[in-house]
């Protein structure tokens, strides 16, 4: 049954399947071996193989695949799964289980559900578009095509397969791959408004147009209705590049994102939402205008505020049909192109502490990386900041994890994407994660797995030897009591750089040497370590903190004990 997955797989274009090997699924490591057009990458845990194949499927190379053996590392998967889930990425993962002679008779990492064992069927299930367990081979004919398209439709599908049931023969039939089968919807509701509308046009983009191909479709609606466009934080780079030919760019939504795209939107005949739901994080600062302007959407999925939707799968479709109505005789005659289009950004309070200030490094970064470069972005204070302050590059991708937030979701991620890159022929630029030092503890060591595979990616890590968005959250709402969030110093570029000698690994405390070390990264062939010192008590480009600084609205909470300093709480654990 396994090289019948590794045939089929192969023959819809997977070069790659990301994964930790293991006994019960090692079939299927075999399959891919014996086939020189798929490579089998091996991970260091199946979180961050979960979201290489994310990072992957979102580069646009195609379906990311990942493979687990059973118990714990079926288990790893779930936050990575759960991830891709949230922002509807296609994935397929492949998971290994105990022969089905074992099911409920106490078998090691038994997760049949059957005599009170844990039930990994009903587990996957709530974190996935698509989940089965395959107790017959030729059930796998079926299956894998199903999940497949599933995945397609946004999401991650999971096949569950038994050691016997991998090791089965089964009659060799090929489905062919009939591609996604996805709904076109029709966008005449949102046409019929945009002929009617006076006034400036909004357009808030999001992921699906990323997923969808839909980029030159959205250039061309916003040019027909001369309209605005904002993104959402994980659909930054949908709108193109600011400064060559989208001067309508008005910047990112919600809580890391620029004051002025509320401003635009209050100002609108219509705004129209395209491709995202505009959860919490992207639509904080927007609910009072979209209330009060006639606000549109069309995508796969409704917005989480009340609004008329018009569902399809396919925005590359229904975005082409959209603007095919309204030009020609049905362009709008009322539309308006206003007089300013601002950029503006969020104001932190200014700090002098040790270290390189995050507005500061991401300028550096912005003058250092050319066009073609991917950037993937980490949780925390560093992801506000690159989200706020660091432009997307022309032909580049630019990726952060908003559905989970889950931490070091940047090193698979990125890792993905330069194998991505590396399939595509997508030669002229690196791979850049950005990442804080906290993400680095928990997942950083996929390092080792880009050394491995000599890939051209540069790790810049923010080290602040701290959680420290946690940390601001503590000085804000908890009066800085105490901090259970600050870290023993360490020196991550050196550290790295002796435990493994052939990464190219600095530590830097300046912006000199930051836009040395960055200028140096892009030469070389392999990857690269950037350690650049920071400052945990710097309160990043984050709206929520923003408005607690300026009003000094901390939480009134009781000690009950004797109040204590921050060094306190480490040393009594």
């Known amino acids: 049954m396994v090289d019948h997955i590794a045939r089929q797989l192969a023959g819809i274009g997977v070069e790659y399947i990301f994964g930790v090997d293991g006994a019960n699924i090692e079939d299927l490591y075999d399959a891919a071996y014996f086939r020189s057009d798929i490579t089998a990458v091996l991970a260091k845990h199946e979180f961050s193989a979960a979201t290489m194949a994310d990072g992957y499927s979102r580069s646009g190379a195609g379906l990311g695949v990942v493979a687990a ?9 779930i936050p990575g799964l759960g991830e891709s889930f949230t922002s509807r990425v296609p994935v397929l993962a492949l998971v290994g289980q105990p022969a089905t002679t074992m099911d409920g008779r106490g078998s090691f990492q038994d997760t049949s559900g059957r005599n009170g064992s844990l039930d990994a069927e009903a587990l996957f299930s709530a974190t996935t578009v698509f989940c089965r367990r395959i107790l017959h081979p030729q059930d796998i004919v079926a299956a894998l095509p199903a999940a497949i398209a599933a995945a397609r439709t946004g999401g991650p599908a999971v096949l569950l397969l038994p050691k016997d049931v991998q090791q089965s023969v ?37 992921e699906q147009v990323a997923r969808d191909d839909a980029r030159a479709e959205l250039a061309a609606l916003r040019g027909v209705l001369r309209a605005r466009v904002a993104c959402v934080p994980d659909g930054k780079d949908v709108a193109g590049t600011p400064g060559l030919g989208s001067s309508s760019a008005l910047g990112v939504t919600g809580v890391m994102g620029h004051p002025g795209v509320a401003e635009a939107v209050s100002g609108s005949g ?42 399809t799968d396919d925005l590359k479709a229904s975005l082409q049909m959209l603007t095919d109505a309204l030009s020609g005789a049905g362009r709008p005659t009322g539309v308006r192109v206003p007089d300013v289009v601002a950029h503006t950004e969020l104001t932190p309070p200014p700090f002098d502490g040790p270290g390189v200030r995050y507005r500061d490094a991401m300028a550096q970064l912005d003058r250092a990386l050319p066009a073609g470069v991917d950037i993937v972005v980490d949780a925390g204070n560093t992801g506000a900041a690159a989200v706020h302050y660091l432009p997307v590059r022309r032909r580049g991708r630019f990726a952060v994890a908003l559905g989970m937030g889950g931490m070091g979701y940047s090193f698979g991620a990125g890792i993905g994407m330069a194998f991505a890159r590396r399939q595509t ?22 390092i080792h797995t880009a050394l491995h595979y000599r890939l051209p990616i540069t790790f810049v890590l923010l080290n602040n030897n701290a959680h420290a968005m946690c940390v601001t959250r503590e000085q804000l709402y908890y009066n800085d009591f105490y901090s259970y969030n600050r870290f023993s110093p360490s020196q991550l570029g050196e550290g ?9 690994s600095a530590d830097v405390s300046d912006t000199a040497g930051l836009a040395a070390a960055v200028r140096a990264s892009l030469k070389l062939d392999g990857p690269s370590v950037i350690s650049v010192e920071c400052a945990a008590d710097e309160i990043p480009p984050f709206a929520p903190f923003l408005e607690a600084s300026s009003t ?22």
Do not use: W
């Open 69 to 77: 053996t059973s118990g714990g590392g079926a288990l790893n998967l």
């Open 170 to 206: 089964i009659e060799a039939r090929c489905a062919r791959d009939a591609g996604p089968q996805r709904a076109v919807g029709d966008p005449y509701p949102i046409e019929r408004a945009l002929q009617k509308v006076t006034g400036p046009v909004t357009i808030i983009a999001g």
């Open 270 to 311: 219509l705004c129209l939402v395209v491709g995202t739901r505009l959860p919490v994080t992207a639509r904080a600062g927007l609910d009072d205008a979209l209330t009060k302007v006639p606000t549109m959407s069309i995508g796969s999925a409704p917005p989480y505020f009340p609004c008329t939707h018009v569902h």
């Open 552 to 573: 000094q609205s901390y939480a009134n909470h009781h000690i009950p004990l004797a109040q204590e300093d921050r060094t306190h709480v480490a040393a009594s654990a």
């Open 496 to 504: 790295l750089a002796a435990m493994f000698p052939k990464l190219e």
């Open 425 to 446: 022929g997508g030669s002229d630029g690196r791979v850049v994660v950005i990442a804080g030092d906290g993400a680095f503890y928990m997942h950083g060591m996929e």
